[in-house]
């Protein structure tokens, strides 16, 4: 794949913080597909007093397409860091420093920092509560000064997103019959917890919507965390905007985590994020974290469809085990 010199030559003096003359390069797709592009680009970099620079560096490349009630959401990292929005972090949770940006039509194209650590199922339990905890001093900063940098940007999801998504799974005659269904395979204890929540989702809107509103990341699951020398550093920032508190946490717990450990990490992490929350903001008054019903409101029909289209056995049991898990949260 083809890499401009000139822009290469501005991504690497900045940074290196010197002035670079040319460099050589290797492009390694990491991920890909219709809608993205992400590669990582190595080579050696000569400054113009003829310094040797190995480097690594991340190309990504997004073009327009339209997430269900989020249009904006495939130019989103490019408005957040063309913004202040590196302002809002702090040393121990931010995200990767982009070192050139631009847009060209219908397509962005983000240059950043490659970041080195531990990520996805790699991640420990101690490792889990510590991004807990880290996430919750972000956004109780956040919540309690909501500073300058926040208040402007203007493209981020909204706070109904995540209701406006259950209702559309709800709608969905191919999961919604399913469970209730005498053919469906999915245990019937199961099938009843879902069930069960649509039956009370007014009154558990309620609950969660007396939440504090805070800035979410939205897509906060393992493969989008990187463990680097005790610091949490998110990556893919695209579906950033206003949810309610916890809403990251159920992503971490259960969006293709470690389901043998799923207990083990609602019981770790829900304290440690509200012990770094509480650290900015008082939320003494909060009985009801609802994390559970958040998890079934986000995941709970997306793992019946995942189930129900599943090729292998081994991945059908996989699904039907994090319902379990769900289930044995209940009386936590």
Known sequence: MYVKPEILALVLSKMFGKNIARADYQPKELQGGTLGDVRLVTGTAETSDGENLPYKVVWKTQKKWERYGD?????????????????????????PECYH???????????????????????TSEMYECVAEELGRFQGKLYAELPSALQNLTNLSKVEFTKNYYLRYRSWNVVYDYIRSDDCEIP?????????????????FSRIEK??????????????IFYSDGKIVPIDWDTAGWGYM????????????DVCH?????????????????????VSHISDHCIRELILIMFGYRLVEWYKFA??????????NTLQKIYEMRNM
């Open 188 to 204: 019937k204890h199961l099938c009843q917890m879902l069930i069960d929540i649509d039956n009370s989702v007014d009154e558990i």
């Open 311 to 320: 090729e292998f056995p081994e991945d059908k049991l996989l699904h039907i």
């Open 211 to 224: 939440l504090p509103i805070v800035l979410c990341h939205r897509d906060f699951w393992v493969a989008n």
């Open 246 to 257: 916890g809403e990251d946490i159920a992503s971490l717990i259960t969006d293709e985590a």
């Open 262 to 282: 799923m207990v083990e990490y609602y019981q770790k992490c829900i304290p440690a994020y509200y012990r770094g929350f509480s650290e900015y903001a008082d």
């Open 101 to 123: 940006a631009e847009m060209n039509g219908d397509e962005i194209q983000l240059w950043m920092e490659y970041i080195d650590g531990v990520s996805g199922l790699n991640l």
């Open 71 to 95: 249009p904006d959401s495939w130019r989103r990292e490019y408005d957040l860091y063309a913004s202040d929005f590196k302002e809002v972090f702090f040393d121990s949770f931010r995200c």
